[in-house]
């Protein structure tokens, strides 16, 4: 059975600084990893999907990192602001058509 | 592209009613539907997959009768929970995939707080 896991559970960083966000997943047989952004009481944002076949995605100020073989993924943000204070969600397919299994989260505050 | 809708982003119910909640594709076939659940603080599990003019399948811990899921058009998906009750409050939220849309990923509704009072 798939688990995810992501260190750590909550952050808290001065604006302006760069952090890396960590998720691991036991069986490394996925189809693809979604990085998602969570703002309190409201609904995913998806920011950004890697393919099995690839190793990473930009976007803009993120930047995301897969390495399937050992069941890690990064996801780099630059540069923080305020406004990327959010829970911040890994989750990874397994199959594709089927569903997601997410890990518990990263809780993030940059602090002006 | 791959747009989900989700309707009503919040609801609050008396306990012992029962409350529906929409999961529409908008711009593409959803031949599969998955609903969510996430409990305060917790992550998201999942409650159940649908497809499209089938039964859907329930996770295990996931009571059948009481989380009614209907997908009956390739655009269209209900959670109707039943017999509301407090434990019953959380975020659900929907996602939805197509066969033939190859890298839209997985689209998320943007999900709906039930409140049952």
């Known amino acids: 059975k798939q688990e995810v896991t992501q260190i750590p559970a909550a952050l808290s960083v001065p604006e302006g600084e760069n952090l890396v966000l960590n998720c691991s997943f036991t069986?490394?047989?996925?189809?693809?990893l979604q990085w998602f952004r969570q703002d309190p009481g409201k609904g995913l944002t998806s920011l950004l999907l890697?393919?099995?076949?690839?190793r990473e995605q930009t976007s803009g100020r993120l930047n995301a990192s897969l390495d399937k073989s050992s069941g890690r993924s990064t996801l780099y943000i630059a540069a923080s602001q305020p406004g990327d204070s959010a829970t911040y969600l890994c989750?990874?397919?397994?199959?594709?058509?089927?569903?997601?299994?997410f890990g518990p989260g990263t809780r993030l505050s940059v602090l002006p | 592209g791959a747009v989900v809708s989700q309707h009503p982003s919040w609801v609050i119910c008396k306990s012992g009613t029962s409350v529906k909640i929409e999961c529409r594709s908008l711009?593409?076939?959803?031949?599969?539907m998955f609903w969510y659940r996430q409990f305060p603080k917790q992550s998201l599990m999942l409650m159940a997959t649908s497809n499209e003019g089938s039964k859907a399948t329930y996770e295990q811990g996931v009571e059948k009768d009481k989380f009614l899921i209907n997908h009956a058009s390739l655009t269209l998906s209900t959670l109707t929970v039943t017999s509301a009750h407090p434990e019953d409050s959380s975020f659900y939220i929907c996602?939805?995939?197509?066969?033939?849309?190859?890298?839209?990923?997985?689209?998320f509704g943007s999900g709906t707080r039930l409140t049952v009072v």
């Open positions: 989750a990874v397919n397994d199959n594709y058509g089927q569903n997601f299994v």
């Open positions: 069986d490394s047989a996925i189809y693809n």
């Open positions: 711009d593409f076939q959803a031949t599969t």
């Open positions: 890697i393919q099995s076949s690839q």
């Open positions: 996602s939805a995939s197509s066969n033939s849309v190859i890298g839209y990923g997985y689209t």
